[in-house]
């Protein structure tokens, strides 16, 4: 059974910086594709990050320059690194892996306070 599990959220000052991760527990995980999307109250769900198997990175312009995606494919994990985050960075934080077939996490909360 596939289970991807975030954590690393939490509740954090404008400017501060928190580091979400996500472990994998799925065969084949160099493989995938890794992103990470996030859902403010009210909104869409929206891409954030992803890193493909090979490593190349996309992050969308309104965190570029603040946040990193990265993966270990040791550890089965992907991480987003997120610096001088903003009250409107507040939202829930999903996992997605993509490949042979698409999964999610239950996503962990990112609350930022002014």
């Known amino acids: 059974q596939v289970q991807l599990v975030e954590s690393g959220g939490g509740l954090v000052q404008s400017g501060g910086s928190l580091r979400l991760s996500c472990a994998a527990s799925?065969?084949?995980?160099?493989?995938?594709?890794m992103g990470w999307h996030r859902q403010a109250p009210g909104k869409q769900r929206e891409l954030v990050a992803f890193?493909?198997?090979?490593?190349?990175?996309k992050i969308v312009d309104s965190v570029k320059g603040r946040f990193t995606i990265s993966r270990d494919n040791a550890k089965n994990t992907v991480y987003l690194q997120m610096n001088s985050l903003k009250p409107e960075d507040t939202a829930v934080y999903y996992c997605?892996?993509?490949?042979?077939?698409?999964?999610w996490g239950q996503g962990t909360q990112v609350t930022v306070s002014s």
């Open positions: 799925i065969s084949s995980f160099s493989h995938y594709l």
């Open positions: 997605r892996a993509t490949w042979a077939a698409d999964y």
């Open positions: 890193i493909t198997s090979g490593g190349s990175t």
